[in-house]
């Protein structure tokens, strides 16, 4: 067990629509990390939050936001989803800004019909 | 562009024998390299890591070289046990950057 949480582990919806991820980091972790896995690809980085704050941001597609709340849980909102968006969505989280040793969580597997 | 490879998507030994896994990498900007090992249904795990000012990372039956010339890194696994059965996933990071960037996973089966 990482100590970093994800919920909910599968979510099946269809095209269009939109979902929440959401993810609990390790307690005391001030980053986390939302990677995106498709089908034979290996982890994309979408974006990381330190304390709150945006930090940096990978191949995010403009329909995906995200937030880190004052509890330092995340959340990863995917809207008009398309059936490309089918995939594992994996949380990590460390006590530094660096993203070096993160802890993943089990992912949240996204299947759009 | 695929800025980790790892190009072999799978490999099979058997148990005792060494397992060889490899990754190369096109950014000489990466100063910092991990490996994470990952289990069916588990998010990865942090296995072993290298900095660029070593060449050779050693912790336990794991072991980790790097080429910087080459641009290539492999993980050494001795001896491979069936529990080491999981894909492996080699990553890169840039020194004042924040992303990982990730290859795309080499399954290790280890045959008992």
Redesign the interface.
């Known amino acids: 067990d990482s100590g970093v949480t994800q919920t909910p582990k599968h979510l099946i919806t269809a095209t269009g629509q939109r979902v929440t991820l959401r993810c609990s980091p390790r307690s005391g972790d001030l980053s986390v990390y939302w990677y995106q896995q498709s089908l034979d690809q290996g982890l994309q980085f979408l974006i990381h939050y330190y304390n709150g704050e945006e930090r940096a941001k990978g191949n995010i597609l403009e329909r995906f936001s995200a937030q880190q709340f004052p509890d330092l849980h995340s959340e990863l909102n995917l809207s008009s989803l398309e059936l490309g968006d089918s995939a594992l969505y994996f949380c990590a989280s460390s006590s530094q800004v660096s993203n070096t040793e993160a802890f993943f969580g089990q992912g949240t597997r996204l299947t759009v019909v | 562009d695929q800025q980790?490879k790892?190009n072999s998507p799978s490999l099979s030994v058997q148990e005792g024998r060494i397992s060889i896994l490899n990754c190369d990498y096109t950014n000489s900007m990466f100063d910092?390299f991990?490996w994470?090992k990952k289990y069916p249904?588990?998010?990865?795990?942090?296995l072993i890591?290298i900095s660029s000012i070593k060449d050779k990372n050693e912790d336990g039956r794991f072991t980790v070289f790097l080429n910087k010339s080459a641009k290539h890194l492999s993980l050494h696994i001795v001896p491979s046990q069936p529990g080491d059965s999981a894909v492996y996933?080699c990553?890169a990071?840039q020194g004042g950057?924040?992303?990982?960037?990730?290859?795309?996973?080499t399954k290790l089966t280890v045959n008992p």
């Open positions: 980790v790892q910092y991990l994470y249904a588990e998010g990865p795990t942090f890591s996933f990553a990071i950057s924040e992303k990982l960037v990730f290859g795309k996973g």
